[in-house]
Antibody, heavy 122, light 107 residues
């Protein structure tokens, strides 16, 4: 059974860099399959926003609106993938989810973490 | 960027009713990359439909998806109490976007 679990700082100050980690169990992040290891966020009371993904090959694709501030990376030794978002503001306050995009998103995002709440406040 | 619009914003129905949710894209998209998700308060989204009409594992057959081009529909035939939630459509071309969601609440 594939499971994802996010971990992160909880509370941050403006201008800091957000670092979140998604620990994957039940499948290897370096599996040579068409998985897109994905980050999505949801501001309080609002809808879902795709942040981006990383493929086991190392290729990435980011939301154009966040691209200048986002880095997604893989740590195959820990079976994790991570999100870094620089220069955060209050607008980055959200629940951050990691998810598995299956078969190049042709089969949607079939496994999700429970979410990690990040609050940006001075 | 492809923009998805969902209607109605809120759908007030009773258990047993049929729910019809609409998702419209700002330009034609491949049905291969159209998915629907259900989200309940305090929970992560759950994949319901992918490829516009294929049910994800474990999804009851009262959920069905249809459509092509710019117009897609999620139908719930016979609402169960567990189905009252927010539903999002999602597309992927070169970038991935979600619709704003339709809330299905109890009338």
């Amino acid at each position: 059974q594939v499971q994802l679990e996010e971990s992160g700082p909880g509370l941050m100050k403006p201008s800091e860099t957000l670092s979140l980690t998604c620990t994957v169990s039940g499948v290897s992040v370096s599996s040579q399959s068409s998985y897109y290891w994905t980050w999505i966020r949801q501001p309080p009371g609002k809808g879902l926003e795709w942040i981006g993904y990383i493929h086991y090959s190392g290729s990435t694709n980011y939301n154009p609106s966040l691209k200048s501030r986002v880095t997604i990376s893989l740590d195959t030794s820990k079976n994790q993938f991570s999100l870094r978002l620089s220069s955060v503001t209050a607008a980055d306050t959200a629940v951050y989810y990691c998810a598995r995009g299956y078969y190049d998103y042709r089969h949607g995002m079939d496994v999700w973490g429970h979410g990690s709440t990040v609050i940006v406040s001075s | 960027e492809i923009v998805l619009t969902q209607s109605p914003g809120t759908l007030s129905l009773s258990p047993g009713d049929r729910a019809t949710l609409s998702c419209r894209a700002s330009e034609s998209i491949s049905k291969t990359y159209l998915a629907w998700y259900q989200q309940k308060p305090g929970q992560a989204p759950r994949l319901l439909i992918f490829g516009a009409s294929r049910r994800a594992t474990g999804v009851p057959d009262r959920f069905s998806g249809s459509g092509s081009g710019t117009d897609f529909t999620l139908t719930i035939s016979g609402l169960e109490p567990d189905d009252f939630a927010v539903y999002y459509c999602q597309q992927y071309s070169s970038s991935l976007t979600f619709g704003p969601g339709t809330k299905v609440d109890i009338k």
